[in-house]
């Protein structure tokens, strides 16, 4: 409601969100119990609305926090400042780390929802850059992200459309010239004729799974792609790329 509150008045240019992330809280957890985690929570709650009397506090999920004041007391070296000693849990001292995600009220138009979802934002691309950062939300995350959506439905209907395809780069024997193996590559090819760098959708479908079943598709083709070359006379090895999400998979090795 405060958020809300905040974001339609005319003081947004002076406000600033922020979302703290207890770091390593679940192994805190496994190794020293629920109850011990619980008695942290209410030792950080205790700190931070003790230290910053005049901002809002509030525990948005599990282990991360919410805080909204003026821009001048809440910026990252403050709230990290606010955690340099330890805490006292259970007659233990505790010291943690965060990470924190910042958000200028001015950069967003919407609700406090939506205010909260930027600070999310900057939190995952703080968490992506290195525990115990920080990251201010920019409108160029927003935008990047929607794009990044955009090619992963792309990315899906054009494996469901058959839009991906193989080409296979030669490996050449360099005493005599003669080829010796191919290495598959993957390539897309969008509906406009254009090609989609591999760089851009092959970390996005690391990243949502999908490379899985891409994976498994490459190597059929592959196989397929090799013994077409057999049968024409051509005994020479194909070469595929795997990756680390695949060798994970239970089924791999049954696989290939």
Known sequence: HDLDERVISGHKADTTAALIDIDGFAETNDALGHEFGDHLLKAVAERLTTQLPECTVARIAGDTFGVLGEAAV???????????????????????????????????????????????????????NHRGEYSFFTREMDIEIRERVKLLHALRSAFDNERLFLMYQPQVELANGLPVGVEALIRWR????????????????????????????????????????????????????????QFRHPEFIETV
């Open 190 to 245: 969008s509906d406009d004729g254009r090609f989609v760098p591999p760089d851009r959708f092959i970390p996005l479908a690391e990243h949502s799974g999908l490379i899985v079943g891409i994976g498994l598709w490459v190597l059929r083709m592959a196989c397929h792609e090799q013994a077409r070359l057999a049968h024409a006379g051509f005994n020479i090895r194909v070469a595929i790329n795997v990756s680390v999400a």
């Open 74 to 128: 809440v910026t990252p070296v403050a709230l990290s400042l606010l955690f340099n000693d330890p805490f006292l849990v259970d007659e233990h001292e505790l010291g943690i780390t965060t990470t924190q995600g910042f958000l200028h009220l001015d950069e967003i138009n919407g609700s406090g929802g939506d205010a909260l979802k930027s600070a999310s934002i900057a939190l995952k691309r703080a968490k992506q």
